[in-house]
């Protein structure tokens, strides 16, 4: 845009300075055409006295026709003398009302603008302002986006952890599987948003032994026939407590499938081969070889 500008106005230099509000100044974001490192990107201009802070806070374009006759109540004033500037224009960026910048346009000698060269730079001034504002919208959504994620993965953790803690005799099982089974997805080259899904999913995979009796999750000999049937509902119950959490529909392949097995003998549906979906397939995988190498109750490592 500043670029765009300097080409289109014939002027020798122009920046888009833009609000801070915490701090109250204004700072450089994107410049051309200067000499000095003042007006470089990132240089902090102050609101109080300085020329873009008069056009800010008075939200009208401010023009001074030169700069050499006695504009020193500008900060800046010593840095527009090394950098030669006669001419000086400031227009405020407002969208929605709002005051978010000011575009600035200098020239290293007089100009006598018409009414069309003046349209056009309030017309840039415009259409920065908008570009400006959407930018930061959705700047904003995608930062609430991204902490609203975290918070919800935050919240998986702690389930995931409170399992571990519950069941004592498997303390780890979770943490173990989870980086294993982030590996092997890796490895059959799934995306990183689905790696991401299958991780929340391996999370959760015993989210469903919630709802199981102590005294047969941690009983120490095998299971009767009737335990056992109480104990296969866990993936049910792992589908009804997390499928109304529209978040997490993604990740229920985990939680409702990884006792299915490839034959079919598995559990709740009785899935067999490809019908079982490839991330709960993935999961089995590591957690047979997890139990098999970890101490249970029921067996050793």
């Known amino acids: ?29 994107s410049a051309t055409g200067f000499r ?19 056009a800010l806070l008075g939200r009208r374009t401010l023009h001074f026709a030169d700069l050499s006759r006695g504009h020193e109540s500008d900060p800046l004033a010593l840095d527009l ?12 960026l407002i969208a929605r009302g709002a005051a978010c910048g000011v575009l600035q346009v200098f020239h290293r000698s007089r100009l006598e603008p018409d009414e069309e060269w003046l349209s056009f730079l309030e017309a840039l001034a415009a259409q920065a302002a908008i570009a400006i504002d959407n930018a930061m919208v959705l700047e904003t959504l995608e930062h609430g986006h991204q902490e609203l994620a975290i918070a919800y993965d935050a919240t998986i953790e702690g389930w995931s952890q409170a399992m571990d803690l519950r069941d004592k005799e498997t303390e780890g099982h979770t943490q173990r599987v989870v980086a294993m089974t982030i590996q092997l997805a890796q490895a059959f080259g ?24 102590d005294a047969i999750l941690f009983k120490p000999g095998p299971l009767s026939e009737d335990e056992w049937v109480s104990m296969k509902r866990h993936p049910e119950l792992a589908y009804k407590m997390l499928s109304p959490i529209r978040y997490l529909q993604r ?39 997890d139990a098999l190498t970890s101490k249970r109750p029921y067996h050793e490592a």
Not at 81 to 92: A, D, L, N, Q
Not at 190 to 213: C, F, N, W, Y
Not at 263 to 289: H, N, Q, T
Request: charged share 20%; net charge neutral.
């Open 1 to 29: 845009l500043v670029s765009h500008a300097v080409k289109e106005l014939r002027v020798d230099a122009a920046s888009i300075l833009l609000l801070d509000p915490l701090a109250n100044v204004l700072i450089n974001a």
């Open 36 to 54: 000095t490192s003042a007006f470089g990107r990132g240089a902090i201009v102050p609101i109080t006295e300085s020329y873009a802070g008069q």
């Open 81 to 92: 003398r090394r950098e030669s500037f006669i001419t000086y224009y400031g227009v405020p």
């Open 190 to 213: 799934m995306s990183t948003e689905e790696v991401q899904q299958v991780r929340r999913g391996a999370l959760l995979h015993d989210i469903g032994k919630m709802g199981v009796p």
């Open 251 to 289: 990740a229920l392949n985990i939680p409702y499938c990884h006792h299915e097995k490839w034959d079919g003998s598995g559990y709740p549906r009785g899935l067999k081969g490809e019908e079982i979906p490839l991330p709960a397939r993935v999961f089995a995988v590591v957690d047979v070889w």
